[in-house]
Antibody, heavy 115, light 107 residues
């Protein structure tokens, strides 16, 4: 059974940083691209970043160099380092398997940026 | 690529047929379009990929089709558990983009 478990969300002040983690199990992690998608409260889905099986990274324009996606195949974990956070980054952040259609999703972790 | 979903809300009764539309602002490469279902407080679930291929475990009452830049998700007979939000997503070109969603609610 595929499982994706996000962690690392929480309350952070504007300008602050957070690192999200997504622990994967139930599939060969190293063979799969992984993706982060976010959903602001009451809003739709928005692609944030993806990383290929070979660790090539891709970002949405709004990231503007503030976020870094990475992976640790020995730990079956994908990370999203988020810096210079603003209120507009407040959202539930989901990790998902693949970077085309998104096969499986985690339950999400809530990031709240507020003073 | 901008995806425009319509209608915003669809009010139907169980047993009825639901037809959801997703229009792309330009051609979607290789029919690279997916549909997701999301219920309140839950993560999205993949229903359809490649415009018409059902994901693992998805009932055959869900089907997808395309005509040019117009994509359709059809639920042949609504079950109580099908009342939810539905999103389309294209992955034919970067960045990945999602439509704004269609809510299927009980009439």
């Amino acid at each position: 059974e595929v499982q994706l478990l996000e962690s690392g969300g929480g309350l952070v002040q504007p300008g602050g940083s957070l690192r999200l983690s997504c622990a994967a199990s139930g599939f060969t992690f190293s063979d799969n691209a992984m993706t982060w998608v976010r959903q602001a409260p009451g809003k739709g889905l928005e692609w944030v970043s993806s990383i290929s099986s070979g660790a090539a990274s891709y970002y949405a324009d709004f990231v503007q160099g503030r976020f870094i996606i990475s992976r640790d195949n020995s730990e079956n974990t994908v990370y999203l380092q988020m810096n210079s956070l603003s209120a507009e980054d407040t959202a539930v952040y989901y990790c998902a398997q693949r970077r085309q259609w998104l096969e499986y999703w985690g339950q999400g972790t809530l990031v709240t940026v507020s003073s | 690529i901008v995806l425009t979903q319509s209608p915003g809300t669809l009010s139907l009764s169980p047993g009825e047929r639901a037809t959801l539309s997703c229009r792309a602002s330009q051609s979607v490469s290789k029919s690279y379009l997916a549909w997701y279902q999301q219920k309140p407080g839950q993560a999205p679930r993949l229903l359809i990929y490649g415009a018409s291929s059902r994901a693992t475990g998805i009932p055959d009452r869900f089907s997808g089709s395309e005509s040019g830049t117009d994509f359709t998700l059809t639920i042949s007979r609504l079950e109580p558990e099908d009342f939810a939000l539905y999103y389309c997503q294209q992955y034919g070109s970067s960045p990945l983009t999602f439509g704004g969603g269609t809510k299927v609610e009980i009439k």
